[in-house]
């Protein structure tokens, strides 16, 4: 019985998966600090179909749930792409990455060491 | 985590030569067995070399020796960065985010945090900040804080009353885990029932707060979280002694039952039995109190289908016993051979909670509430009688999702009250029952930078209020950098529990009066009040140091309110508000961390709070119009072996308040216009020897200021002029305590 549940259950689950509303998927951006978390998650908020979206100072991941109807990952990515940061898979173009904040010029060596963890605290805003 | 490091370091030699890494990611599990994570994310850190599990959770990666920081990350599981030395076989156990103890938090946090991002004007009050007032119940655990005014303990009850924006307690929502708590009948007492180790954290909104927990809140909410069996050390204790001889004891057990289910039991005794009179004017200073009071919690937790749950079983015993000095209960309750009182209270408790957050959509959870609280007060104070009983049942249900994406969050949801009240005064009986039923809808937005908004309405109706709707709507701008402006609006509403609210009534030969025989609750109306509030917070730093500044105004308009009249000392008068009735408050604080572990807190507050009497437009009695609050901590730096030092001390000035008239009275029984002016200072030291181990020692009312005739008329406690409600200021003087705390993680 619970066998027959479970491959029912998987079944509709390969049915949906073309047709997912809460599709899930992560890539990693690049970026430094809390201003440019703000910037990336807009960025695909503003999305149509993107419902989540959250993204990591730390580790770069930026998680996402989707309506798969609406939207896919490469129009997700292009709009990361279009708000300045680099992805994975490809560069923001330099247009977009100049209308980035100085203080998140996330290319500079620079920057990026300002924003290396300390004692205190991150960074504020 | 660690093991996998130091495995990897055992292991340098043998991949020397390799340039790819492979491994396996699994997931997390308590029987340890190998289910591979597919999907997973695995890349070096601050590369673009990365790639994703397969179908069993294997992976393989091109390796290079300057590539030091594998990052492993998955949608729902903790990400984990591996450090890398050489090239090996890597498996690794992927932990759910939803296990809360796996997080650490390494820099000191502030112990009282006002939110830069929230649109309400809330302060969180950790259970750090409440260890700087050891003692010993909810209602002393504001003392370090200066939106909350905590009065002076009057002779009778020996309880302390809280304000908020200088209106008393009852128009503060007050609730335990956001179920209202401290409401009907444990209004007067409610928070000395609230054991202070028990609190895990307190959140204090100023204003009119959410529709989500009711109707009621006027000046603000209040939220009491309490310890959780999962999340408290499985033993703790805490041994309290002070110098007035009252006695403390505190235990905490709590145990893991089985993969889901904790409990723990809560046991707070506190007695005080030796009988005070420094000002000796023959009455006790303190009362006489014995309490039991025992909490057993269940809580629930499988974070795999997303279902949380607690249940809680609570029973207190409190007694007290006050008067003068040679009063004995036996041969002379109720009899005019000594002037004397005593209060009883028993109350029941059990509330449920049940939590469902879909695992797969993090935004969607729903949330059931429910409690039923049977609390019963039996007391006499001289001649006069007043038992109270109040049964009462709450039930809310909320309902959390988004609309269109995460910036639109909305919170709906139903619920449902009863109250049973059946008074004893003297010797009238009044027997009342109220319920309602209510919906509400809050929406908040946030554009996740500069702006947040949350508006909420709710549509209650009550078989003794009607049928009314309850706006409440906050939102918060940041135009600069660590920069707050808030404001928000209100309205509130509740029916008066005149004898409850103000027992100290009882404690005067007051005749008690009520005007007005119209209304549906003791023939008074219900009161209606709107709250509107702005607040400006900005962070900064100074002398490379940090600091904030708020400044907080607050207007609470009364359309109508049950006006408690005091200003004939014969009588005391209960009557609807006809013309206007208004509190407005404002405050500076400044916060500063001055150098490494040495914080100051110090603010201002003015206070307008007038209303229109029958006889003429007043000031509230024994309200200061000014107050200034400071308070300073410092610690020092953790040893290795968990050791350190706490100092701490506040200090609190009270302008001068005005008394309630007492012209009417025969000139040795009259009162100047107005009290003194009040300066206290209060501070502890606490030694930490381990993170086990731990002593303090403190003084209150270090100065050793005391009101010296608190109570008027004492010479004659059954005569005309009786009243020991003028307190202004401390009764009993200087106190000094120590204790210890000791505790198994």
Known sequence: MKKLLIIALMLTG???????????????????????????????????GVKFATWSVETHELKLIYDDRKTDLATIEKQVLTAGHDTKNAKATDEAYATVHACCKYRDEDVKDDHKPKEDDGHGH | MKQIIYTLLLFPIIGFSQNTISGIVLEANEQNQNIGLAGANVYWLNTEVGTVTDIDGNFKLPYKPEYKKLVISYVGFKTDTLTINAPSKIKHWLQPTDNLDAVTVKSRKQTTAKSYYKSANVINVSSDELLKAACCNLSESFETNP?????????????????????????????????PSIRGASQAYGLSFIPGTWVESIQITKGAGSVVNGFESIAGQINTELVKPLTDDKLFVNLYGATSERLELNAHINTKVDDKWHTGLYIHGNTHNKKHDV?????????LFNQINVMNRWQYIDTKKGFVSFINLKFLNDEKQTGELNFRPNTDKLTTNNWGSEIDTRRYEISTKFGYVNPEIPWQSIGVQTAFSSHKQESYFGLNVYDIKHNSL????????????????????????????????????????ENSVGAFFEYSFDNLELFNLTAGVRVDHHNLLGTFVTPRVHARYSPWGKSAFRASFGRG??????????????????????????????????????????????????????????????KTDFTNQVVVDWENPQEINFYNLDGKSFANSFQVELNY???????????????DVKTDYNSERLERPLT??????????????????????????????????????????????????????VATLNAQITKVFSPKFEVYLGGENITNLRQSNPILGADDPFGANFDSTFVYGPIFGSMYYAGLRYRIK
């Open chain 1, 14 to 48: 390969t049915l949906t998966f073309s047709q997912n509303k809460n599709a899930k998927a992560s890539m990693e951006v690049d970026g430094v600090c809390g201003m440019c978390k703000a910037r990336i998650e807009k960025a695909c908020l503003n999305t149509k």
């Open chain 2, 147 to 179: 939106s909350i005014d905590v009065n002076f303990a009057d002779a009778i009850s020996g309880t302390r009353q809280i304000k908020m924006l200088g209106l008393t307690s009852p128009y503060i929502l007050i609730a335990t885990e956001n179920i």
């Open chain 2, 279 to 287: 000002n000796n004017d023959g009455f006790l200073d303190m009362p």
């Open chain 2, 394 to 433: 709450y039930a809310n249900a909320i309902y959390n999702s988004i609309i269109s994406d995460s910036r639109h969050k909305i919170k709906t949801g139903l619920s449902y009250t009863y109250d049973h009240y059946d008074e004893l005064v003297n010797t009238t009986d009044y027997e009342r029952t």
């Open chain 2, 493 to 554: 509403k509740r029916s008066a529990n005149i004898f409850t609210e103000n027992q100290q009534l009882f404690s005067t030969s007051r005749q008690i009066n009520i005007l007005n025989s119209g209304g549906n609750i003791y023939g008074l109306d219900p009161e209606i009040a709107w709250n509107y509030g702005f607040s400006y917070l900005q962070g900064f730093n100074l002398f490379g140091r940090k600091a904030d500044m708020t400044f907080d105004f607050y």
């Open chain 2, 593 to 607: 961390n001055v150098f490494e572990g040495f914080d100051l807190r110090t603010a201002y507050k003015f206070y």
């Open chain 2, 624 to 677: 200061p119009k000014h107050r200034i609050f400071a308070n300073v901590g410092y610690e020092t730096k953790l040893k290795e072996n968990g050791s350190h030092w706490k100092f701490d001390a506040t200090f609190n000035w009270l302008s001068n308040q005005r008394y309630a008239s007492t012209t009417n009275n025969p000139t040795q029984y009259q009162l100047p216009d107005r009290t003194p002016t």
